[in-house]
């Protein structure tokens, strides 16, 4: 039995739980990484590597042109109606479009970095901008590849090499490096993460298929290759304007504020997210089950699905935000003593990232189901907002401004996506008879049946 039957043979609960393990792991050593950089940079050093990362971070959605999500989608349903040999003809397609993707990519830093830019408080440098190209790249294939293997079931090649060995490369080799400059941490993070998605792509080139064939891929008919043609475009839209709603804050910060306030926000904002780190873990397993019940037509068992993922994310997020209520100063404080100070601004991001959380795999159901370009207006709308709402707060009200800001801007995409998922598809988040039998519900996920076959025949 080759991983991947075995990976879509685990129960949701038991895979969830080794996907949060995982991620909460990597999130772990990202406040690590972060920490360890904040202590060999000076504030504005390292106000000016939360700006690149931040800019890497938004900008790698360009690079992939949708193919990250694009795989999880098209990938199961493929694999289930024909075989491995044709789903994998989406693993090479989707890697073409990528590679061109970030060549296109690195060109356009290439060239910006030629020229001499000066946006509000921030001015960047040539190599610095360099170097966040390269990180941008690195980062489109690891999201790609990260996906790729996820489709598969190959969770341990998904998440160990970016979650947890990319961010431990980085914390040794910056502890034995001493002072670094916002740079060189740009520059070593990106080097990093290019070595470790390097060993992602072989594996994926290497999967044996059911019967140990070497890595094959057979073109499928023409009308399933229209149907990615047609959702690709709607799917890249949202992951552009997805990514630019979670990190254009950052950016948004430092021009209007500098980089000291910028590097500030940056540590709240980025321990803020942590309590979405169970949503996270979930949806590494959930998508490819969204989009296998869905598409099949198993919509009491999405339901059920939905209502399982919704109940336990929200859970533990209202224990995250606890934690935060009691520690999250001291938290802050141990990146630099000053950023005791954006406390307020932490708890303002985390009941932003409490309502992300509790409105469970609202974006992914959409995605999965076809219903991309309804998604991307909400993205759209709630990315402007975002920048509008932010710049504003910042303006009026400093760090904690923007913050608000931020985190109605998270609540706005939320609650619309939420509304779309019970109008479009009919699925509520969570189901009230499933909810008033929450035990019940969660005991039929866990003894849902082991996986399906792989293929309808």
Aim: hydrophobic content about 50%; some cysteine.
């Amino acid at each position: 039995m080759t991983d991947t039957k075995r990976a879509s043979r685990s129960p949701l609960i038991i895979a969830s739980a080794i996907g949060g393990l995982y991620k909460f792991a990597g999130v772990g050593l990202a406040f690590l990484v972060l920490l360890v950089l904040a202590k060999q940079m000076t504030p504005v050093e390292f106000g000016i590597y939360s700006i690149g990362f931040s800019i890497a971070s938004a900008a790698w959605s360009l690079a992939t042109v949708g193919q990250p999500v694009s795989v999880v989608r098209f990938w199961p349903t493929l694999e289930e109606k024909y075989d491995t040999a044709t789903a994998n003809f989406v693993l090479i397609r989707g890697l073409k479009i990528v590679s061109i993707g970030a060549a296109l990519m690195l060109a356009a830093f290439g060239v910006i970095s030629l020229l001499d830019l000066n946006l509000g408080a921030v001015s960047a440098s040539s190599s610095a901008l360099l170097w966040t190209g390269l990180f941008t790249v690195a980062l489109a294939y690891s999201q790609f590849l990260c996906f790729a293997l996820r489709a598969q079931g190959l969770l341990n090649w998904s998440l160990v090499p970016r979650d947890i060995l990319w961010r431990a490369g980085v914390i040794v080799i910056a502890l034995a490096a001493g002072d670094l400059t916002g740079v060189q941490g740009i520059a070593l993070t990106g080097l990093v993460l290019t070595t470790v998605t390097l060993a992602q792509l072989i594996k994926m080139l290497r999967i044996q298929g059911p019967n140990g064939e070497k890595f094959q891929t057979r073109r499928p008919p023409q009308e399933e290759i229209a149907k990615m043609q047609s959702a690709q475009w709607g799917l890249y839209g949202v992951n552009i304007a997805r990514q630019w709603l979670q990190q254009a804050a950052t950016i948004v910060v430092a021009i209007v504020l500098g980089p000291v306030a910028a590097g500030a926000f940056f540590a709240a904002q980025r321990l803020a997210n942590l309590l979405s780190l169970v949503l996270v873990g979930t949806n590494q397993v959930s998508g490819p089950m969204i989009a296998r019940d869905w598409h099949a037509g198993r919509k009491d068992d999405l339901q059920k699905l939905i209502t399982a993922v919704v109940v336990f994310t929200a859970a533990t997020s209202v224990l995250g935000l606890i934690f935060f209520g009691a520690f999250g100063g001291w938290m802050l404080s141990q990146f630099d003593p000053s950023y005791r100070n954006v406390y307020w601004a932490l708890i303002a991001m985390a009941c932003g990232q409490l309502v992300n959380s509790a409105c469970g795999p609202n974006g992914n159901l959409l995605n999965l189901a076809g219903e991309e370009r309804s998604l991307l207006k909400v993205s759209v709308v709630s990315g402007i907002a975002n920048i509008i709402f932010t710049a504003g707060g910042a303006y009026f009200g400093g760090v904690l401004g923007a913050a608000i800001g931020t985190a109605m801007a998270t609540v706005l995409w939320n609650l619309w996506a939420t509304l779309l998922c019970a109008r479009k598809l009919g699925i509520l988040l969570v189901h009230p008879s499933h909810l008033r039998n929450v035990r019940t519900t969660l005991k039929e996920v866990i003894a849902r049946k082991r996986g399906r076959k792989g293929k309808t025949k």
